[in-house]
């Protein structure tokens, strides 16, 4: 049993930054790929970034390539989404996912077995 804790969403101006964190429990953090979701209000929840579990390939929605960026650190189980250039369509809730044990996880959330409980960013104009 994985659980995945999110922090650091938050109100910020258009233009501005954020970096957000995802705390995992356990020892099988760094044999899990893992992903960052988003969910605005009235929309699907869609992909927004992903990690292999060594870090070395990423993978990003077309909309915030060169400008969101995903790192994990593996020693200290977790891992991060930093967010430039904010825009209003940035607006949602965002949640972490980590695949199961060697997972490739990927760009459907079907890749993923657990889901932190989400973090609130919001991009005014």
């Known amino acids: 049993q994985v659980q995945l804790v999110e922090s650091g969403g938050g109100l910020v101006q258009a233009g501005g930054s954020l970096r957000l964190s995802c705390s995992a429990s356990?020892?099988?953090?760094?044999?899990?790929?893992m992903g960052w979701f988003r969910q605005a209000p009235g929309k699907e929840r869609e992909f927004v970034a992903s990690i292999t579990r060594s870090g070395t390939s990423r993978d990003y929605l077309d909309s915030v390539k060169g400008r969101f960026t995903i790192s994990r650190d593996n020693a200290q189980n977790t891992l991060y989404l930093q967010m430039h250039s904010l825009k209003p369509e940035d607006t949602a809730v965002y949640y972490c996912?980590?695949?199961?044990?060697?997972?490739?996880?990927?760009?459907?959330?079907?890749?993923?077995?657990?889901w932190g409980q989400g973090t609130q960013v919001t991009v005014s104009s």
């Open positions: 996912a980590a695949s199961k044990l060697y997972g490739y996880g990927g760009t459907n959330g079907i890749g993923y077995d657990y």
């Open positions: 356990g020892r099988t953090f760094s044999s899990r790929a």
